[in-house]
């Protein structure tokens, strides 16, 4: 048991085993408690050769028998020394506080003995939850609580990962280590050696995580590429940043921001010397920051989350990156990350250093007197060994050693791929194809940046990765012979430095034609590096999409085997959002706002979902990007309470100039005091508000995310809220408002839209398949059209198919496009181009019986798995749309049921009869593909009555266009009932009815004068005369005139 031997642990054996006396650990011991002691009994402690000293509640190991590495007279240390050995470091790890999600300053042997709150074992850990609004305590086991963590894990980016290797280190770690291990393949302290030495060299269980001397392990390979500052940070870089950690704690807030990074600056040596250069006094500046850092509330400081680091904070740590490189120096100390804060404008420490009169220029001048200038500072400025293609490429390397390029995450079996086809004798010249946005130039970039930083073969080592751009050499060449003459130097100065050169190339197939200038015959490209290419004096890196790879490269076998292809498959959604957890950092520090987890996550599912036409990770990273655009211009707008005061300001001058120019000099007096106070006041809440969106950072949900794909595809996929869920519900009502009488058929739709919205429809087939069957004007295009405007909120989310134009055989490729090399292959089909533009829509191929029976054919993979290939083989995906197909099959023996003496068929024995009838017209594989069949009812007068009373509707609202309010008497609707009627023509002959006897009276009334705008006028239906009587009354706002007593007009 974890908690066995615990009171057998006293103080004098932790400080025999730390080489120390009691009285230096005893202190730590007291604020750790009997967990912290089971942990280290178990784990073994720590070497002999540690000497303990207990520091903030911690405890502060640090190597005593082996040399430390001793900081520069500037307070550095090395970067590759610093690599070397065992720097001094919090073992939070061994000693640390029981959980940081929030203790109880209890006595800390009083919870010993608990028991765990769950399974009833002792317990280890003590926790603290909100529950309804409601604190509560509890006490967990070792299993639980790291079920508990496991629930609660959040990913740090690594910006944010560099905030906790202290005393703010992950309190997971101890619990967490052991599942760790098995999913990342490294064991505790004690438990690696034991591994790999029983699995052997060639072991697959060995640590797949390599350690750093002194047992800590090295990072990933993929978070080396991620973040280049953890590369070059330096040692007290490092601890400055924790010591920021610190800060932000005890300021009550949750995340790292300016003013923390400079509170901690201003305690490091080399930084306070740089400030004394311009007679500032370090301590005055720590006193101004700390008088105007905003505190968090007591809820923020017991808050166990770990400590975030703001986009701000951020903003600045890149900015000290790239002054660093710049500089020349090879680390990236705490005199960088204060130029950093000064350049980040929207920080509040930057405010104040700019405000003691501190520039970015003068701190880089002052900083290269006190530090001196880096090693690599002269050689970027050497003369170049191929200045012709300096002109017309970018070198990646330089970019990738600036830091300018984005982090590269995953990718690893390309890029290997990539540099075994660098490293051939012939032929090395590797082509990524792969279709657009999957991130073929991201792979070279990474590439560029595993040079940049040393981690590749030796054949790779030192060499530079540039990009050529094709469209420079070609641009301004008049002419003949000059374009040429460009290629030809650029190629000499290639070959010249082949072992020092890989050269990429972006859209490889631009090569062949390019500088032809539409000449036959004429060389290009392509043609002049062929030789080049097959001897192997041209190291070539190209990119291409699948297309475009086989309708240029393809064609020319001899330049085709020149090129070893690589293929750039689609990540995945999982891949996705790893991809944007790396980049995280970056987003961040340019837009200034905080990006959740769950966006990342939402932003790499929704465009996976939503976005059909494109791939990922580009459709993600772009989703991503333009919520957080969004998301910082709605913070940067100004506040309603100064665009009032800048309006009172206005209005105050204008009546000002009014006054003088009047000679009324006492109100002018008024009016001026009244500018100078509206003055002060607009200063004051202009500063008040620079204040606070320099010290709070707007954040990027999931919601915001959803919003741009809403607007992106026209669907709502917003989280559902109580007023959504409330139409859902009530979605029949809604389309029993447009559509009378055909309540299953209502019913059936609203049932897969339900379905569909909660997301519990099948993968691969359309939202929803419907056959409508029912005699002709009974409500199914009626219906169709309701549900578009219902689920799509847009009438024009109808895609309508009349599918009597189709039918003849040779109609079918109207549908999907003619093939290439007939007319019309251009333009696409007239289905598929539709749904492809609009995705999601309501598709009604009306009549279907009318089509030919090559048309059902080629619907059937339509409605089984939601895809058809269009002329131009492209894959149109319908599964976000509902296909609605109508039919009047069956009409007659519908109407009989209707007009039957005998009893009526059910609406079950009704459509068991009609499928019938349907078996003799359509092919069972296409009738099994349709999920439902709906049948509709016949119309009786009773659902004539109702329909006559929405057709009025729409004469009314028609009117009050024309300013009329327009009012129908009970007679006319019983009479437009009566003569609506007719079973075999449904509602149609109604609309004919009612635009013969009631629209064109009203028009001919119109048209003569009787009737006026702003008038109210009611229509009635006179049984004696059989006309219907248009009279007037009186408008709604005047009086009764002498013409509203005449006699009403009749007709």
């Not at 050693?401 to 990539?418: A, C, M, N, Q």
């Not at 023509?985 to 009787?1010: H, N, T, W, Y």
């Amino acid at each position: 048991m974890l908690l066995a031997g615990v009171d057998a642990l006293p103080a004098s054996e932790i400080a025999a085993r730390f080489d120390t006396d009691e009285a230096t650990v005893q202190p730590s011991l007291d604020h750790a408690g009997a967990f912290q002691r089971a942990r280290l009994l178990e784990r073994g402690g720590a070497p002999a050769d540690y000497a303990g000293a207990a520091s903030s509640g911690g405890f502060v190991v640090r190597r005593r028998t082996h040399a430390r590495h001793r900081e520069t007279e500037t307070g550095h240390v090395p970067p590759d020394a610093k690599r070397g050995g065992h720097p001094p470091r919090r073992i939070a790890s061994l000693l640390r506080t029981i959980p940081r999600l929030q203790q109880s300053p209890a006595h800390p042997t009083e919870n010993i003995m608990a028991n765990c709150s769950i399974c009833g074992k002792p317990a280890t850990s003590q926790i603290t939850i909100t529950e309804n609004g409601q604190r509560r305590h509890l006490t967990l086991c070792d299993e639980h609580y790291v079920q508990f963590v496991a629930r609660n894990q959040r990913s740090l980016s690594p910006l944010e990962s560099l905030f906790h290797g202290g005393l703010f280190e992950s309190l997971f770690d101890d619990m967490w280590s052991p599942l760790e291990g098995r999913r990342s393949g490294w064991q505790p302290l004690g438990q690696a050696e034991e591994t790999r030495a029983s699995a052997g060299e060639g072991g697959g269980g060995g640590d797949e995580r390599e350690r750093r001397p002194g047992g800590r392990p090295r990072r990933h390979r993929r978070a080396r590429e991620a973040v280049d500052l953890q590369t070059f940070l330096s040692e007290s870089g490092l601890d400055r940043l924790q010591a920021a950690a610190q800060k932000a704690v005890e300021f009550g807030k949750s995340e790292v921001d300016t003013e923390h990074l400079l509170l901690a600056l201003a305690d490091n040596n080399v930084v306070q010397e740089i400030l004394r250069e311009f007679k500032l006094d370090p301590e005055e500046i720590k006193k101004d920051v700390d008088r105007n850092a905003p505190r968090g509330t007591r809820a923020e400081k017991t808050d166990g989350e770990r400590i975030g680091v703001s986009p701000r904070a951020k903003s600045a740590l890149e900015n000290a990156l790239t002054a660093s490189r710049e500089l020349g120096h090879s680390y990236v100390g705490p005199e960088h990350i204060l130029i950093g804060l000064v350049e980040e404008e929207d920080g509040s420490a930057g405010e104040l250093l700019r405000k003691y009169g501190l520039s970015s220029h003068a701190l880089r001048q002052k900083t290269v007197k006190v530090v001196g200038k880096g090693a690599e500072e002269g050689t970027v400025e050497g003369r170049s060994t191929t200045p012709t293609l300096d002109k017309y490429a970018r070198d990646l390397s330089a970019l990738a050693r600036r830091g300018k390029l984005d982090p590269v995450i995953g990718r690893d079996k390309e890029i290997e791929t990539t540099i075994e086809v660098l490293a051939r004798r012939r032929k090395n010249n590797p082509v990524l194809i792969g279709e657009p946005g999957v991130g073929k130039t991201a792979i070279v970039e990474g590439l560029a940046q595993r040079i940049a930083q040393d981690q590749v073969s030796e054949v790779l080592r030192g060499k530079r990765v540039v990009e050529l751009n094709i469209n420079s050499a070609v641009a301004g060449a008049k002419y003949r012979g000059e374009f040429e003459e460009r290629v030809k130097q650029v190629l000499d100065e290639i070959v010249e430095n082949q072992d020092r050169l890989i050269v990429f190339i972006d859209e490889l197939h631009t090569i062949v034609g390019a500088g032809q200038g539409g000449g036959e015959g004429g060389l290009d490209i392509g043609n002049v590096f062929k030789p080049a290419l097959a001897r192997g004096e041209l190291h070539l890196v190209g990119a291409t999409t699948f297309n475009e790879y086989q309708k240029y490269i393809e064609k020319d076998s001899a330049l085709e085997r020149r090129f070893q292809p690589v293929n750039v498959p689609e990540p995945s959604v999982a891949e996705t959002i790893e991809i944007l957890r790396g980049l995280r950092d970056r987003l961040e520090a340019h837009h200034k706002v905080k990006i959740t987890e769950e966006a990342i996550s939402a932003a790499a599912k929704l465009s996976d979902r939503y976005i059909a036409a494109r791939f990922l990770p580009d459709k993600a990273i772009d989703l991503l990007d333009q919520a957080a655009a969004r998301v910082r211009i709605s913070s940067n707008s100004r506040p309603t309470q100064l665009h009032d005061i800048e309006a009172t300001i206005r209005r105050a001058r204008q009546e000002q100039d009014a006054a003088s120019a009047a000679k009324q000099f006492d109100k002018a007096k008024e009016l001026e005091d009244k500018l100078v106070s509206e003055q002060k006041r607009l200063n004051d809440a202009t500063e008040a508000w620079k204040k606070e969106r320099g010290t709070s950072s707007q954040e990027v949900t999931a919601e915001d995310i959803a919003q741009v794909v809403a607007s992106l595809t026209g669907v709502p996929v917003s989280e559902l809220t109580a007023e959504d869920r409330e139409k859902l519900l009530r979605l029949e009502d809604r389309l029993k408002e447009r559509v009378v009488g055909q309540d299953e058929a209502v019913r059936a739709v609203a049932k897969a839209v339900r379905l569909s919205r909660a997301g519990l429809t099948e993968g691969g087939k359309p939202t929803a398949s419907f056959l409508f069957l029912g005699p002709t004007g009974v409500g199914k295009t009626e219906l169709a059209k309701a549900l578009a405007a219902s689920v799509f909120g847009d009438d024009n989310a109808l895609v309508r198919i009349d599918m009597s134009e189709y039918s003849e055989r040779h109609t079918v490729a109207r549908l999907v496009g003619a093939p290439p090399g007939y007319v019309g292959y251009e333009e696409g089909g007239q289905l598929t181009e539709r749904v492809r533009r609009r995705p999601y829509s309501v598709v009604l191929l009306d009549e279907i019986e009318k089509a030919h029976s090559e048309v059902h054919n080629i619907l059937l993979q339509l409605f089984d798995e939601g895809r058809l290939t269009d002329g131009k083989g492209r894959l149109v995906d319908f599964t976000n749309a509902i296909v609605i197909a109508t039919s009047n099959i069956g009409s007659q023996m519908i109407q009989d049921n209707l007009r039957s003496d005998k009893k009526q068929l059910d609406y079950p024995a009704l459509r068991d009869r009609l499928m019938e009838v349907l078996r003799h017209h359509f092919r069972p594989e296409f009738l099994n593909r349709v999920e439902e069949v709906v049948v509709f009812r016949a119309l009786g007068k009773e659902q004539i009555r109702s329909i006559v009373d929405l057709q009025l509707a729409r004469v009314q609202r028609t009117a009050v266009g024309q300013n009329i309010e327009l009012s129908f008497d009970d007679s006319l609707r019983n009479h437009l009932a009566e003569i609506g009627y007719d079973p075999e023509f449904g509602a149609r002959m109604l609309k004919r009815k009612i635009r013969a006897e009631v629209e064109s009276q009203l028009a001919d009334a119109l048209l003569r004068g009787d009737v006026r705008d702003g008038d109210k006028v009611t229509m009635t239906y006179d049984s004696g005369t059989h006309s219907v009587r248009v009279q007037k009354g009186a408008a709604p706002t005047e009086a009764p005139s002498e013409a509203s007593k005449q006699e009403p007009a009749h007709t």
